[in-house]
């Protein structure tokens, strides 16, 4: 009987796994998506309808892991797990990307945007394709936006103009344009994490802050805070954001699947609206004091806040003026557009 030669079988061996592990995807797991929701909001909603519509448009052939209510940890966690692809998917604040990319943060600017419509034209419109290049550069996938609302203000005391925060120790993010806005309105600023705000109303450390309504409810902020001015001085926006390395990874099916699955932004704006309205109608009902600046009073704060705009510029440095300059031309875009 003849021989068989011992490297011919290895040889074989070898050419039959490099045969199987070449057509079995590189992510056989179903991706980890991350946010910070809590049961029963806007945006555990917006993540359950996103892993219900992936089994739907795959046929039940691929799934998501949904860890959405905070299981991957803070959000500045959740961005360091994505970036190494630890997680696959999040919903991640432009403040954290802007970690990444910091042209981001024009978005926050104070009264950039006149209305939640044009705010929604110009992010859809314009920046989701013009930004996707800038995340591509960082080994991200920019997939679309998630509204949070207008940033409005919060305190111990009632605020109607400008002079009713001077002096008074406000908590702002580590964000340069809420750093540049409060100081403009020569209030004492306060850098410290969300979750010790409410301590620090209790001590007196912190007499207010800035937050979205969405984020003033869920923190428990009216427990402390029983006044709240909607200002709508800023708006608030999250990234649906990639890691690259897998997205890249995937057949051109399955990125079209998972592309797919995103919810509308324009379904979510409402739902948030939705859920911000009732929550501020019960609120006031209950005994929080909801405070609507008149059209004069808003025109001041308009005026301050706007002033700061090239200062944020600056500050941010990169490619801040060009992104200023497309938002720009994308408001007038908007203010041209057939009514």
Not at 123 to 132: A, H, I, Q
Request: glycine residues 8%; aromatic residues 10%.
């Amino acid at each position: 009987m003849k021989s068989v030669n011992p490297i011919l079988i290895v040889r074989s061996l070898l050419f039959v796994c490099a045969l199987v592990f070449s057509i079995q995807p590189v992510w056989a797991e179903p991706p980890k998506v991350a946010g910070f929701a809590a049961p029963g909001t806007a945006g555990e909603v917006y993540w359950q309808r996103f892993a219900d519509a992936v089994k739907d448009l795959s046929g039940d052939r691929l799934d998501a892991a949904l860890m959405v209510l905070g299981e991957a940890g803070p959000e500045e966690t959740q961005f360091s797990g994505l970036r190494r692809n630890r997680l696959q998917m999040a919903g991640i604040s432009t403040g954290t990307l802007g970690l990444a990319v910091p042209e981001l943060a024009i978005l926050r600017a104070p009264f950039l945007f006149e209305s939640i419509e044009e705010a929604s034209f110009v992010l859809d419109e314009y920046l989701l394709d013009s930004l996707s290049q800038r995340f591509a550069e960082k080994d991200l996938v920019l997939l679309s936006w998630m509204m949070d609302g207008w940033m409005d203000l919060y305190a111990t005391f009632p605020i109607r103009q400008i002079a009713d925060l001077r002096d008074r120790k406000m908590r702002v993010s580590a964000d340069d344009s809420a750093l540049l806005f409060m100081a403009a309105l020569d209030a004492d600023v306060i850098q410290i994490p969300l979750s010790d705000v409410i301590p620090g109303m209790q001590t007196g450390l912190v007499e207010g802050g800035e937050q979205s309504t969405q984020i003033f409810a869920l923190a428990g902020l009216d427990a402390v805070a029983r006044h709240f001015a909607l200002t709508h001085h800023s708006y608030s926006t999250a990234g649906v954001v990639a890691n690259k390395a897998w997205w890249d990874s995937l057949s051109d099916d399955d990125k079209a699947v998972y592309r797919g699955a995103v919810p509308n932004a324009a379904w979510y704006r409402g739902l948030v609206l939705e859920q911000n309205e009732l929550y501020l109608e019960r609120a006031e009902a209950a005994g929080l004091n909801v405070l609507y600046p008149t059209e004069q009073e808003q025109r001041t704060w308009r005026a301050k806040g706007q002033r700061i705009h090239a200062d944020l510029i600056d500050k941010i440095g990169g490619d801040a003026a060009d992104v200023y300059a497309e938002i720009m031309g994308a408001k007038k875009a908007f203010a041209d557009r057939p009514q």
